[in-house]
């Protein structure tokens, strides 16, 4: 791969597996170099080893994003590393299924500061670099951003607030030359919802208005779409929500 002092540079938060290794694999087709954020240092490390072996330039940096000094801490180690950012990717999220009367505080601000506070932190400690660059931001969302989604109120919440950072990010630098957008998956087939337990009592006919007819999706599938909105094919594309649900919000 390319690492002349041109080569774009992105920062992928939830990088350590799932769909932030999967838009990590994206990337490096394209030559991106990279930086992985996550809160898990093993996992985090194999990943990075792994697409080293590849042929890619990527780095690691393990940390809490809950915390906006950690957010921050992840783009100057970035910038001290590359000289540069292009791309901003928030894909780091945490679901839990309970009952909405059921919800503990901890769990409800844990899923609030790591979905929706770090995007925004992130957001606005890369923007300068950004602006730069004349890079972008990809927000990863959720389809239960844009439909209500039974058992997930939390996380629902969350992703709803990120779209509303996209937009109103988007209409905020809509004359300098940066883009952001945001893309809504469905269901994938990841840890993150393999690992959030299933409470008692649910009523599965309300979650199968949002599993939708088709099975989950392939990471890959909808990091293409994650890695296409950031490459400089979709330059026409700002303050845009892309869907990847396989049809479950289309009506």
């Known amino acids: 791969m390319p690492e002349d002092k041109d080569t774009r540079v992105a920062l992928v938060t939830g990088g350590a597996r799932g769909l932030g290794r999967a838009i990590a694999e994206a990337l490096l087709a394209q030559g991106v170099r990279l930086m992985l954020v996550d809160i898990l240092g093993d ?108 058992y997930i109120v939390p996380y629902s919440m969350s992703k709803a607030a990120v779209m509303q950072l996209t937009k109103s990010l988007a209409v905020e630098y809509v004359d300098k030359p940066i883009r952001i957008n945001a893309v809504a998956p469905g269901s994938m087939m990841t840890e993150i919802s393999s690992e959030a337990p299933i409470p008692d009592g649910v009523d599965f006919a309300k979650m199968k208005r949002y599993s939708g007819e088709r099975p989950p999706a392939d990471p890959a599938a909808v990091a293409a779409v994650v890695a296409f909105i950031s490459s400089p094919a979709a330059q026409g594309v700002h303050g845009a929500i892309w869907t990847a649900d396989n049809g479950v919000t289309a009506g």
């Open 43 to 150: 996992r985090l490390e194999q990943t990075r080893a792994d697409l080293a072996a590849a042929g890619g330039t990527c780095r690691s940096f393990v940390t809490d994003i809950s915390q906006r000094d950690n957010c921050r801490a992840a783009v100057e180690a970035t910038i001290a590393a590359y000289g540069r950012l292009d791309v901003l990717i928030n894909a780091a999220a945490l679901m839990r299924f309970n009952h909405a009367v059921d919800v503990p505080e901890a769990e409800f601000n844990r899923i609030m500061q790591v979905n929706a506070a770090a995007p925004f932190w992130f957001a606005q400690a890369a923007i300068p670099h950004l602006l730069e660059s004349q890079g972008n931001i990809v927000n990863v969302l959720s389809q239960s951003a844009l439909m209500g989604t039974s």
